[in-house]
């Protein structure tokens, strides 16, 4: 979805060093996610963020950190890569109420740590 | 552990059959069930979704059931298409998806010609 962008789209670095990695929206949603994909362990909430001033864990932040700058921009920080970081990262957006509760998926940052 | 368990991890059918993927769950506090689609190379998209108030919801060819009492929900696939060819999440959440989401690990559909 072009209404959700992620930077950079793939990324290979050395254990040890730091990486962000960022997301950006135009669908003036409050609240946004980064989640991890894993073959054979489908999605996992690394943090999530209700509006600017509200950063919650999710279910793996360890070894994570993030910063919401604006409403629009969310980015993810690993402070020291290590290799079982390797995987295939979303951000999201949703924005609160309303029926279906849809969260909007950018297309991924596929990152290598070797 | 995983909170939500997806079975089958791959599913072959063919073209016009039923596709089924289901999925259990283990807090009862969950009180939303969405299934995302991911096509390769794209982020998942909100296939359809349904909270436990009915027991069925049907969107053109997709349907939801839900079993409150069994904690589990499956998909159904109506008339196959290899267009369906993608990878399907079953997820739930609490406080009707204002909270965070927990996911299946997915299941690869493939649907033959």
């Known amino acids: 979805d072009a209404d959700v962008t992620q930077t950079p789209r793939n990324r290979i670095t050395k254990t040890g060093k730091r990486i962000m990695l960022e997301c950006s929206q135009t669908k003036g949603h409050d609240r946004m996610y980064w989640y991890r994909q894993d073959p054979g362990l489908g999605l996992r909430l690394i943090y999530y963020?209700?509006?600017?001033?509200?950063?919650n864990k999710g279910e793996i932040s360890d070894g994570y950190s993030v910063s919401r700058q604006a409403q629009a921009k969310f980015s993810l920080s690993l402070e020291s890569a290590i290799p079982n970081q390797t995987a295939l990262y979303f951000c999201?957006?949703?924005?609160f109420g309303g029926g279906r509760n849809e969260q909007f998926f950018g297309p991924g940052t596929r990152l290598t740590v070797l | 552990q995983q909170q939500v368990k997806q079975s089958p991890q791959s599913l072959i059918v063919q073209k016009g059959g039923i596709s089924i993927i289901n999925c259990a769950y283990e807090?009862?506090?969950?009180?939303?069930f969405p299934w995302y689609q991911q096509f390769p190379g794209k982020g998942p998209a909100l296939l359809i979704a349904i909270r436990p108030d009915v027991s069925e919801k049907k969107e053109g060819r997709f349907t939801i059931s839900f079993n409150k009492s069994a904690k589990q929900f499956s998909l159904h696939i109506m008339d196959s298409q290899p267009g369906d060819s993608a990878t399907y999440f079953c997820?739930?959440?609490?406080?009707?998806?204002?909270?965070?989401?927990?996911f299946g690990a997915g299941t690869r559909l493939t649907v033959k010609p």
């Open positions: 963020s209700f509006d600017v001033k509200d950063i």
């Open positions: 999201a957006t949703s924005d």
């Open positions: 807090n009862t506090a969950f009180d939303y």
């Open positions: 997820a739930a959440s609490m406080e009707w998806g204002n909270n965070d989401m927990r």
